[in-house]
């Protein structure tokens, strides 16, 4: 979209990361935004008025985080109040004193009293907060809310590529300039949040407190967003129910350049499942595993072909999963192939493409798969279900028997596994083409952005926002309308894993 020029924000854990990218002539620059790392040199103290000053709106912006009736008008009030603040001091250093904990541990023992929280109760003693639970949320939250306190530059339109912490500086820039903010969400920003801190350390009341201001985000951003452009209707069902207007959501279908991914060519030899993602538990690679244990067992000269590695800091998950290969006799018919240069050459290495995943937004992967003529064995995940529609296999996620008994089907089952694969790639060239995809945007900016006509875009199915049957989403029991997270929620959330 070399039409357009870009400021890009990237949002990163440490200042240690690089950019693995050769960025076009057409993003003037690229700020690195980290949320830990290196402390700047900041002053000493506050002035005193600085420090009454954000008391009053630091004990209103905990009571959003901590009541039952918390309001998402004040808590968006309180995060304009907060960011006005850092125009002035230093929003960091606010936050890292004493009295901030005091009022942490203070929000709590009102909630306590007043909320179905059951902080308070003689029942939950044990998960009383403690100073250290107050030190730590305080702490996360200091770091989360960084994004705040960049100064936005005067632009034409602000996009955030998720939900979350990318739209405070959408909304520091609308409060500023005006600019006007779309929000595109490829995956469910806070269902992963959920499946995050499921496996954290922390303690629930410290879980609870981080999960009530990523829930309250994500419908600020829904609020107010001046178009949502999910990448699925998955994704739709999800921001109508965070309260976004029907009106404002465009369903807009990621692309791939067909040139990238010709036909794959002649099957292998050998019936082959192939593997092409992050070896990371979002993508369950462990139920792969155990499924291909039981195609081994009804046919044994099968073959698993794992193509991609483990990111920074999933090393242990990695291991894991290569014991578990030894564990279940299929070291040798199960190939870790690590990094591949070209991912059509991982789709072309099967008859059949594999995908696991327990959370997912529109899937590039089975797309790829497709556009280069290959049948696909899916979880019901996500937007799977819309971009593979009636050309490939869809099993609920962690059924490593069903998966198996999928693949062995496809497998075993030449005509109807070619039949698929044709109909797949035509599937996705009639749908799901980048020049398709950068057409919608180019109109959307055009019209967003600047003095375009009225958007028009392509019509997507409209689905009710609490039809979530299709997908076996672990959230789905917990009441997402709900601006507060409590103790039933927070053990629905320490259950995902089984």
Known sequence: MDQ??????????????????????????????PLWG???ARPKRLSRRERARFAVVHERFLHTLTAHDADLDEYIDCLRELYEFSKVADLSLAFRSEDSIRRMLAAWQFAGRESRDGFGDGRAHA?????ADAVNATALIEHLIRPLAIAPRPVALTHSAANG?????????????????ILTEHGVYLRERYLA??????????????L???????DAAYRIADLITPGNAYNQRWALRGGAQADLIKTVYNGVEPEEFPEAGPEPDVPTISFMGRIDPIKDVETLIRAFGYVRDQIPEAK?????GAPKGGEAYFERCKALSTQLGLDGSLVFEGRVEHARDAYAAGHVVALTSISEGFPYTVVE?????????????GGVCEAVGETGLLVPPREPRQFADACVTLLRDHERRRAMAVDARQRALDMFTLENFLEVYRNIYDSVGGAGSDLQLPVTPRVPADDLDHDSSPLEDIDLTSTTIGIDELDEMAGLAS
């Not at 801190?197 to 981080?210: A, L, N």
């Not at 290959?374 to 995940?381: A, C, E, F, G, K």
């Open 369 to 381: 798969a497709m556009i280069s003529g290959r049948t696909t064995v899916s979880t019901d995940v």
């Open 165 to 181: 912490l990318g739209a405070l500086m959408a909304l520091t820039a609308k409060w500023e300039h005006g600019t006007p903010f």
């Open 127 to 131: 998960l009383r907060p403690t100073i």
């Open 304 to 308: 698993l072909r794992i193509f991609g």
């Open 38 to 40: 290196t402390e700047a």
């Open 4 to 33: 357009y020029q870009f400021d890009i924000y990237a949002i990163v854990g440490t200042s240690a990361e690089r950019s693995v990218w050769d960025l076009p002539a057409n993003v003037r620059d690229l700020h690195i935004l």
């Open 212 to 218: 009530r201001f990523f829930k309250l985000l994500t």
């Open 197 to 210: 801190y499921r496996k954290s350390s922390y303690s629930r009341p410290v879980k609870s407190i981080v």
